[in-house]
């Protein structure tokens, strides 16, 4: 087991103005497998994505990466095995305006022990013609493409995706969503993404339903079909 969460409870606020969103969530989840988080909004999707990539923390319960529980991790060990181990892709793309292309793919390699070959990663994107480009010369979906490349190029275990295409029109997130799937397919990475768009999980390898703050369903799909074949 890779990825595993046992009774997660988050909460904001105190008194009256508490308020749950997180209600004993478990997961288990194996390397290398595409799990979509699905739900409206407020169902809390996106705070479990932020608590397991650390950004977050829960109130009681444990989350488990790889063996290590991240309970026991404080300050900057915390720090540090979020830098080497996880990727992170937005909605919003969060590129540094005066790097270029390359550069901004670079950055993300710094971060991680063993980075992929960062030309391996624009040939991928099919970035390597705009490599040289600053984010302002380019359009969503490049940028979104590039935000991906400086994800994926440090080889993290896990990579966390929060409406990646949340911005994009039909025909780039589709694309975006066809990158997503070559970097699971093709390094292995384990992929969570949050997304509020049904389609989308009938690419995952694994469906998480939310709904105020508690796993509906869990849906096992041995049947997932190529994102390039969605439709919606």
């Known amino acids: 087991m890779f990825l595993k969460l046992e009774n997660v409870t988050k909460s904001y606020g105190e008194g009256e103005n508490k308020v749950d969103v997180l209600k004993n969530v478990s997961i288990e989840l194996d390397k290398g497998k595409f ?30 990466i790889d063996g290590k529980r991240m309970s026991v991790m404080k300050g900057t060990e915390l720090t540090a095995y979020r830098r080497e ?22 950055v993300g390699g710094y971060l991680g022990k063993n980075p992929l070959p960062i030309d391996e990663i624009l040939e991928i994107l099919g970035l390597t013609m705009h490599q040289n480009k600053l984010p302002g010369q380019l359009s969503g979906g490049q940028q979104q493409r590039t935000a991906i490349g400086r994800a994926v190029i440090k080889n993290p275990g896990i990579l966390l995706c929060d409406e990646p295409t949340g911005a994009l029109d039909y025909k ?4 975006i969503l066809k990158l997503i799937e070559t970097v699971n397919q093709k390094y292995g990475s384990t992929v969570v993404m949050v997304t509020h768009n049904d ?34």
């Open 85 to 106: 181990h996880l990727g992170y892709i937005f909605q919003m793309y969060n590129l540094i305006p005066n790097l270029t292309v390359r550069e901004n793919i670079e």
């Open 172 to 175: 780039t997130s589709k694309e």
């Open 199 to 232: 389609a989308i999980s009938h690419m995952a390898d694994v469906t998480v339903r939310l709904k105020d703050g508690m796993i509906r369903d869990r849906i096992d799909n041995p049947d997932k079909i190529p994102a390039e074949a969605l439709e919606w």
């Open 35 to 64: 799990c979509v988080l699905l739900g409206p909004s407020g169902s809390g999707k996106s705070t479990l994505l932020n608590i397991i990539g650390g950004i977050d923390s829960a109130d009681s319960g444990e989350i488990e």
